[in-house]
T-cell receptor
Framework: DADVTQTPRNRITKTGKRIMLECSQT?????MYWYRQDPGLGLRLIYY???????NKGEISDGYSVSRQAQAKFSLSLESAIPNQTALYFC?????????????FGSGTRLTVV | QKEVEQDPGPLSVPEGAIVSLNCTYS??????FMWYRQYSRKGPELLMY????GNKEDGRFTAQVDKSSKYISLFIRDSQPSDSATYLC??????????????FGQGTILTVHP
């Protein structure tokens, strides 16, 4: 099994729908992150969580929310999806000691909003 | 202006060539400098990291950091078709608002043809 598992791998949804992307990890890491990747823009941070009770906004959090259900689970929700949220979404984890460089990424969720 | 700038390419080279990938940055607080490699339909994987200025070598890969110029490079010697991927530079700061978070460049798409 992968260290960081994201579900679903692919999703097509309609404008205005609520959608949840899920992430679970077996690394035992405290820190979890959600990034989106767009062509020409690289990876941009949406939300991050340093532990279950510590959740913070990243640089592009508008239109998104998150839930840290347990140390191993971190979900990203789009409350009302819009077409410009079409992107590749990645979940990542790190432990405190390696948080400056040692991220482990999932394989991504490709989301299309039509 | 983005904090980290990376030429997106694409870059196409023949097998055996020396490849040079580069990033510039504006945040002088960055102290950790990383290179991630991302294969198609996969999440980024950490290739190398460097703390502060200097060089680091790992097999065919050499990372260089010049903090005075705010410029980092990744060199790939004897490039192989299996090196074909997107290469992302990333940086983080030990303190301040960037603490514990990675800021990524746009990524450079590299193709090594036989």
């Amino acid at each position: 099994d992968a260290d960081v598992t994201q579900t679903p791998r692919n999703r097509i949804t309609k404008t205005g729908k609520r959608i949840m992307l899920e992430c679970s990890q077996t690394k035992g890491h405290d820190r979890m992150y959600w990034y989106r990747q767009d062509p020409g823009l690289g990876l941009r941070l949406i939300y991050y969580s340093f532990d279950v009770k510590d959740i913070n906004k990243g640089e592009i959090s508008d239109g998104y929310s998150v839930s840290r259900q347990a140390q191993a689970k971190f979900s990203l929700s789009l409350e009302s999806a819009i077409p410009n949220q079409t992107a590749l979404y990645f979940c990542a984890t790190s432990d405190q000691g390696q948080s400056f460089y040692g991220y482990t990424f999932g394989s991504g969720t490709r989301l299309t909003v039509v | 202006q983005k904090e980290v700038e990376q030429d997106p390419g694409p870059l196409s080279v023949p097998e055996g060539a020396i490849v040079s990938l580069n990033c510039t940055y504006s945040n002088s607080a960055f102290q950790y400098f990383m290179w991630y490699r991302q294969y198609s339909r996969k999440g980024p994987e950490l290739l190398m990291y460097t703390y502060s200025s200097g060089n680091k070598e790992d097999g065919r890969f050499t990372a260089q950091v010049d903090k005075s110029s705010k410029y980092i490079s990744l060199f790939i010697r004897d490039s192989q078709p299996s090196d074909s991927a997107t290469y992302l530079c990333a940086m983080s700061a030990v303190g301040g608002t960037s603490y514990g978070k990675l800021t990524f460049g746009q990524g450079t798409i590299l193709t090594v043809h036989p």
